[in-house]
């Protein structure tokens, strides 16, 4: 199951050896509620290789501000603290489990 991150421990959660997928969303996105079911998914199958989440944008202001979330749903990919990827919108379950491997090379 994805990790539900809030700004309490985000900055811990950077220090991470794992990448860290986060997907931004609220629950009233349409879009949202769509890509949600993939990310529990990616959660399950990489939960020992990488550190996946999810970001109510509505509840957690200082994330979802200092990584400029204008559009959700939007999926961060960070490796090493830093942004590598990024999705914006829906997106097929292939494209994200492709962007998801890249994080481990």
Do not use: H
């Amino acid at each position: 199951m994805a990790l539900e991150i809030t700004d309490a421990g985000f900055e811990e959660l950077l220090k991470s050896e794992k990448p860290i997928v986060i997907d931004f969303w609220a629950e009233w996105c349409g879009p949202c509620r769509m890509v949600g079911p993939l990310v529990e998914e990616l959660a399950e199958e990489y939960a020992d290789k990488v550190i996946i989440g999810k970001v109510d944008v509505d509840n957690n202001d200082e994330i979802t501000s200092k990584y400029g979330i204008r559009n959700i749903p939007t999926i961060l990919f960070i490796k090493n603290g830093e942004v590598v990827d990024k999705q914006v919108g829906a997106a097929q379950k292939s494209l994200l489990t492709e962007k998801v491997e890249n994080l481990l090379k």
